[in-house]
C-alpha cells in the first residue's frame, strides 16, 4: 500500500506540477495577450489620433481653401471699390475745377455787373440832367418865343407907324 501510495502522491504531484506549469503557462500566456492587448490599444489610439489628425488637417484645408475664395471675392469687391473711389475723385476733381471756375465767372459777372449799373446811374444822372436842361431850355423858348412876338409885334406896330 505504500507503494501505491507512494506512486499515487508521485502522480498527485506530477499532476500537480503539469498543473502548476500549465497555470504558469496561461499567466505567461494571458501576460502576453495583455501586453499585446495593451499594444494593439496604443496602436489603435495612436491610429484614431492620426485619423482624427487627418480629418482635422482635411477640415482646416477645407477652411483655408474656403477662406482663399472669400478672400479673393473680398479683394475683387476692394478692387471694384477702389476703382469706383478712383472714379469718384476724379470727378470730384472736375467738379471742384467746374465750381472754381463758376466762382471766377460769377465774380467777373459782379465785376461787369457793378460797372454797368455804375454806368447805368451816371447816364440816368445825365438823362436826369439833360431832361432838366431840356426843361429849362423849353421854358426859354418859351420865353424868348413870348420876347419874341412882343418885339414882332413892336416892329409891326413901327412899321405901320412908318
Not at 507503494?3 to 500549465?22: D, G
Not at 476703382?83 to 471742384?96: D, F, M, P, Q, Y
Amino acid at each position: 500500500a505504500s507503494a501505491v501510495e507512494s506512486q499515487l502522491k508521485k502522480r498527485i504531484t506530477i499532476s500537480e506540477q503539469a498543473h502548476a506549469e500549465r497555470i504558469a503557462l496561461q499567466e505567461r500566456q494571458h501576460e502576453e495577450l495583455r501586453k499585446e492587448n495593451e499594444r494593439i490599444s496604443k496602436d489603435l489610439v495612436h491610429t484614431n489620433k492620426q485619423k482624427l489628425l487627418k480629418r482635422d488637417v482635411k477640415e482646416l484645408m477645407d477652411d483655408i481653401e474656403q477662406s482663399k475664395e472669400e478672400l479673393a471675392s473680398k479683394k475683387e469687391q476692394l478692387d471694384a471699390l477702389s476703382e469706383e473711389k478712383t472714379s469718384l475723385l476724379e470727378e470730384l476733381a472736375a467738379a471742384r475745377r467746374m465750381q472754381s471756375s463758376l466762382e471766377a465767372n460769377l465774380d467777373v459777372v459782379k465785376h461787369e455787373r457793378h460797372k454797368a449799373e455804375s454806368s447805368i446811374t451816371m447816364h440816368l444822372a445825365t438823362i436826369t440832367q439833360l431832361q432838366s436842361s431840356l426843361e429849362n431850355s423849353i421854358a426859354l423858348e418859351g420865353k424868348y418865343k413870348g420876347e419874341i412876338e412882343v418885339l414882332a409885334q413892336s416892329v409891326q406896330s413901327k412899321d405901320l407907324e412908318i
